[in-house]
T-cell receptor, first 113, second 111 residues
């Protein structure tokens, strides 16, 4: 299995508080992604990174920011959490750009009350 | 925009074949994928097919691609209870960074 660790695995927070989710990889893959999974929507891309300090927006980026200061770490921040951000968040990595064979972490279940 | 559609549920008996279908809209799709998600886990890549191929077989898995109709299917032979999971169809193109996922098909395998 690809070495991807997400933390925390579960988090409950209140509306309006900041939240940071961490993704750590040991595969030295260049590309990293944050997805959210919601019933009926499959997975939707929030942000992705194509190198250290190189990031870009995905399909559902509003309300989220990311940072990648090291190859192995990709952080997702909810600046002011809202109930609509209650979801399961997955980090993924890949070594290819065109054929994106994605390897996923185990996910973070986030509940915003 | 691009879209990937799948039926939501499929129920089969143990030992039968399962066929999960998917349609996509992006005619520039280069790679098509099948991922499996077990409860409480992330997605796991099962197999993928390049768009210039019609079929790919990997042990119990057979992927069929009809590029004209933009239809992809995954056949699981001799389905086992351990195959019960959610199966996601996905597509990407050479530009990368934008794998589009379907909503997933939940496969129930009855013993």
């Amino acid at each position: 299995d690809a070495g991807i660790t997400q933390s925390p695995r579960h988090k409950v927070t209140e509306t309006g508080t900041p939240v940071t989710l961490r993704c750590h990889q040991t595969e030295n893959h260049r590309y990293m992604y944050w997805y959210r999974q919601d019933p009926g929507h499959g997975l939707r891309l929030i942000h992705y990174s194509y190198g250290v300090k190189d990031t870009d927006k995905g399909e559902v980026s509003d309300g989220y920011s990311v940072s990648r200061s090291k190859t192995e770490d990709f952080l997702l921040t909810l600046e002011s959490a809202t109930s609509s951000q209650t979801s399961v968040y997955f980090c993924a990595i890949s070594s290819d750009r065109g054929n994106e064979k994605l390897f996923f972490g185990s996910g973070t279940q986030l509940s915003v009350l | 925009g691009e879209d990937v559609e799948q039926s939501l549920f499929l129920s089969v008996r143990e030992g039968d074949s399962s066929v999960i279908n998917c349609t996509y809209t992006d005619s520039s799709s280069t790679y098509l994928y099948w991922y499996k998600q077990e409860p409480g886990a992330g997605l796991q890549l099962l197999t993928y097919i390049f768009s210039n191929m019609d079929m790919k077989q990997d042990q119990r898995l057979t992927v069929l691609l009809n590029k004209k109709d933009k239809h992809l299917s995954l056949r699981i032979a001799d389905t086992q209870t351990g195959d019960s999971a959610i199966y996601f169809c996905a597509e990407s193109n050479t530009g990368g960074f934008k794998t589009i996922f379907g909503a997933g098909t939940r496969l129930f395998v009855k013993a």
